[in-house]
């Protein structure tokens, strides 16, 4: 049976639905090909709990010099008449750490607290920190102890916060992050030091001078977990005491706390006793696993959300990760732009399309085409339209699209969309910007026939890379142009041809050779760099023999 006579538990107040463990983190889902899912997380973040229901874990001990510590019945009993014992975390020392802590009042009482950032039991020759409340639960101080000697670094003070009835409970916490440390009551901050003697060590719990001590529970997370920037910190007014830290004053309030600062962060586990991960789908459990893995296969197309928790025994279920959510289309169309800068001449603007069949049935005769929202929000098109057959586990890329912008095309940005369906609805689509630069001089009438789309949505076999070819030999503008102190230009070959590209300056001179030799058919973009070169202009010249021969030119500025 459980006694109140001086019951001391430290447990971490977790401000979770299920429970007191940590949570995994880094929850990630992968959607496959027919639904399946691949779950991976990361294992909960390193803390430390020790509940004394199977014993004390090989890395918790306790000073057991008189032999007052004993563990019985789910607990570890401290029965000390006259000096500070300890019990603590032996395996792993903490720099930045939160240790949190709750005792119940008893009768006949002196001093218990939390230790932290010491070297060992609380014994002569031991150094460390330690939060006390004490006498009767009314006030609340800090020692440092070096080499056995006891010095205050925070004084006894009365709080407002403390719990003084007998059988009442109060939490303790400790927040220490470099040398500074910040103090907690029930939840309410109460104070702060700052002391760099001791940087790194061990913790636990310690008691002094009562009758009788029960530890349920001790737990210290890796981290220092802050108080929110917006809370605003309650400091109580000082109050004098005397030398045994009673107030002066005994008209100590005892009123309701003001400022009830909110648990943030996760809780700590229980060592040696992880059971099981727990998957969720849409809040329904699907499965367990001990690894840091699970596969889940949907029934449906559909969106899904994942959830995965940590079981520990006796603990119970950590607070979920996640969520995560997976949106399973049966068909998905990806685009990405690659030349997405169009001078104000006009030009290509060019893109990779992806296309992904989730399910094992075949699509026939589906409909592919594109069309542009113009800079003043007006769509335009179709500008390409041809049918294709999708295959059950389609997975393929088709890289070098192109897409012509003429000249008198308005300047702005656009949006390029590519849509698979049934014309005009569509069933997928996706999209990218494109910029034109400016209107050129040049032309003389707007022609939607200059809206001219080169490549062939080619659906290779499942796996591949198709390659869309050019429809004609061709050098593209330079951009930028001026530029400084380097321009890029692409060069279209519909076959495979010996191709050069040279630079020239104003007196014919060659200051470049960018291509001389076979190349292989389709779109391939040069860089000019200009690096060493005077200032003024060059001639860019793309020569195949009988298919080719232009020039572009470009002003180098400094």
Same mark, same amino acid.
């Given at each position: 049976?459980k006694?109140?006579? !001086?019951?001391?538990?430290?447990?971490?107040?977790?401000?979770?639905?299920?429970?007191?463990?940590?949570?995994?983190?880094? $929850?990630?889902?992968?959607?496959?090909?027919?639904?399946?899912?691949?779950?991976?997380?990361?294992?909960?973040?390193?803390?430390?709990?020790? +509940?004394?229901?199977?014993?004390?874990a090989?890395?918790?001990?306790?000073?057991?010099?008189?032999?007052?510590?004993?563990? +019985?019945?789910?607990?570890?009993? /401290?029965?000390?008449?006259s000096?500070?014992?300890?019990?603590?975390?032996?395996?792993?020392?903490?720099?930045?750490?939160?240790?949190? @802590? &709750?005792?119940v009042?008893?009768?006949?009482?002196?001093?218990?607290?939390?230790?932290?950032?010491? %070297?060992?039991?609380?014994? =002569?020759?031991?150094?460390?920190?330690?939060?006390?409340?004490a006498?009767?639960?009314? #006030?609340?101080?800090?020692?440092?102890?070096?080499?056995?000697?006891?010095?205050?670094?925070?004084?006894?003070?009365?709080?407002?916060?403390?719990?003084?009835?007998?059988?009442?409970? #109060?939490? $303790?916490?400790?927040?220490?992050?470099?040398?500074?440390?910040?103090?907690?009551?029930?939840?309410?901050?109460?104070?702060?030091?700052?002391?760099?003697t001791?940087?790194? !060590?061990?913790?636990?719990?310690?008691?002094?001078?009562?009758?009788?001590?029960?530890?349920? &529970?001790? =737990? /210290?997370?890796?981290?220092?977990?802050?108080?929110p920037?917006?809370?605003?910190?309650?400091?109580?007014?000082?109050?004098? /005491?005397?030398?045994?830290?009673?107030?002066?004053? %005994?008209?100590?309030?005892?009123?309701?706390?003001v400022?009830?600062v909110?648990?943030?962060?996760?809780?700590?586990?229980?060592?040696?006793?992880?059971?099981?991960?727990?998957?969720?789908?849409?809040?329904?459990?699907?499965?367990?696993?001990? *690894?840091?893995?699970?596969?889940?296969?949907?029934p449906?197309?559909?969106?899904?959300?994942?959830?995965?928790?940590?079981?520990?025994?006796?603990? @119970?279920?950590?607070?979920?990760?996640?969520?995560?959510?997976?949106?399973?289309?049966?068909?998905?169309?990806?685009?990405?732009?690659?030349?997405?800068?169009?001078?104000?001449?006009?030009?290509?603007?060019?893109?990779?399309?992806?296309?992904?069949n989730?399910?094992?049935?075949?699509f026939n005769?589906?409909?592919?085409? *594109?069309?542009?929202? $113009?800079?003043?929000?007006?769509?335009?098109?179709?500008?390409?339209?041809?049918?294709?057959?999708?295959q059950?586990?389609?997975?393929?890329?088709?890289?070098g699209?192109?897409?012509?912008?003429?000249?008198?095309?308005?300047?702005?940005?656009?949006?390029?969309?590519?849509?698979? @369906?049934?014309?005009?609805?569509?069933?997928?689509?996706?999209?990218?910007?494109?910029?034109?630069?400016?209107?050129?001089?040049?032309?003389?009438?707007?022609?939607?026939?200059?809206?001219?789309?080169?490549?062939?949505?080619?659906?290779?076999?499942?796996? &591949?890379?198709?390659?869309?070819?050019?429809?004609?030999?061709?050098?593209?503008?330079?951009y930028?142009?001026?530029?400084?102190?380097?321009?890029?230009?692409?060069?279209?070959?519909?076959?495979?041809?010996?191709?050069?590209?040279?630079?020239? #300056?104003?007196?014919s001179?060659?200051?470049?050779?960018?291509?001389?030799?076979?190349?292989?058919?389709?779109?391939?973009?040069?860089?000019?760099?200009?690096?060493g070169?005077?200032?003024?202009?060059?001639?860019?010249?793309?020569?195949?023999?009988?298919?080719?021969?232009?020039?572009?030119?470009?002003?180098?500025?400094?």
């Open positions: 049976m006694t109140i006579a !001086g019951v001391m538990t430290a447990i971490l107040l977790a401000a979770c639905a299920f429970g007191q463990a940590i949570p995994p983190i880094n $929850l990630n889902a992968d959607l496959l090909l027919a639904g399946e899912v691949s779950l991976t997380w990361e294992p909960p973040p390193d803390g430390l709990v020790e +509940d004394f229901n199977d014993g004390v090989d890395g918790f001990d306790y000073y057991p010099a008189d032999n007052i510590w004993y563990v +019985d019945d789910g607990y570890l009993k /401290c029965n000390s008449w000096t500070w014992k300890s019990a603590w975390f032996t395996n792993l020392d903490f720099d930045d750490f939160t240790l949190e @802590g &709750e005792f009042n008893s009768v006949s009482t002196n001093s218990r607290g939390l230790l932290f950032r010491a %070297d060992g039991p609380q014994a =002569t020759g031991s150094n460390g920190y330690a939060f006390y409340v006498y009767n639960a009314v #006030n609340y101080a800090v020692y440092r102890y070096d080499n056995g000697s006891l010095t205050l670094v925070n004084d006894w003070t009365p709080s407002s916060y403390i719990n003084t009835g007998v059988g009442d409970s #109060n939490r $303790l916490k400790v927040v220490g992050s470099g040398s500074s440390f910040d103090l907690y009551i029930n939840d309410n901050y109460v104070s702060s030091f700052t002391d760099a001791y940087p790194t !060590g061990m913790v636990g719990a310690v008691a002094s001078s009562i009758v009788e001590t029960w530890y349920d &529970e001790i =737990t /210290c997370l890796y981290g220092a977990v802050m108080v920037e917006a809370e605003q910190r309650a400091v109580e007014p000082g109050v004098v /005491c005397d030398e045994f830290g009673q107030p002066l004053d %005994d008209q100590v309030s005892r009123s309701t706390p400022l009830d909110a648990q943030s962060g996760s809780a700590s586990r229980e060592i040696d006793e992880f059971i099981e991960y727990r998957v969720y789908r849409d809040g329904s459990f699907i499965g367990a696993t001990t *690894t840091e893995a699970f596969t889940d296969y949907l449906q197309p559909g969106e899904y959300e994942y959830t995965v928790t940590a079981y520990y025994d006796p603990e @119970g279920e950590s607070s979920p990760a996640g969520p995560m959510l997976v949106n399973w289309e049966p068909v998905v169309l990806t685009l990405t732009g690659q030349i997405t800068t169009v001078p104000p001449e006009g030009g290509l603007i060019y893109y990779d399309a992806s296309l992904l989730t399910l094992p049935q075949t005769n589906v409909n592919w085409w *594109t069309s542009v929202i $113009l800079p003043n929000g007006q769509a335009f098109g179709p500008l390409a339209f041809q049918n294709v057959t999708i059950g586990f389609m997975d393929v890329t088709i890289q699209l192109a897409q012509n912008i003429p000249e008198l095309a308005p300047t702005g940005v656009y949006t390029f969309y590519g849509n698979l @369906g049934f014309f005009p609805n569509s069933i997928v689509s996706d999209s990218f910007e494109f910029e034109k630069l400016g209107v050129g001089t040049s032309a003389i009438a707007f022609d939607p026939a200059d809206w001219v789309s080169e490549g062939e949505f080619a659906l290779a076999a499942d796996g &591949e890379t198709a390659v869309a070819l050019p429809s004609a030999y061709s050098l593209s503008a330079a930028p142009n001026p530029f400084n102190p380097s321009t890029s230009f692409s060069v279209s070959l519909p076959d495979a041809a010996e191709l050069s590209v040279t630079v020239y #300056n104003i007196a001179q060659r200051v470049a050779t960018l291509a001389d030799g076979m190349t292989s058919a389709g779109q391939h973009e040069y860089t000019f760099d200009a690096s070169l005077a200032s003024g202009l060059y001639f860019v010249q793309a020569v195949v023999p009988g298919q080719l021969n232009e020039i572009r030119k470009v002003t180098l500025l400094r």
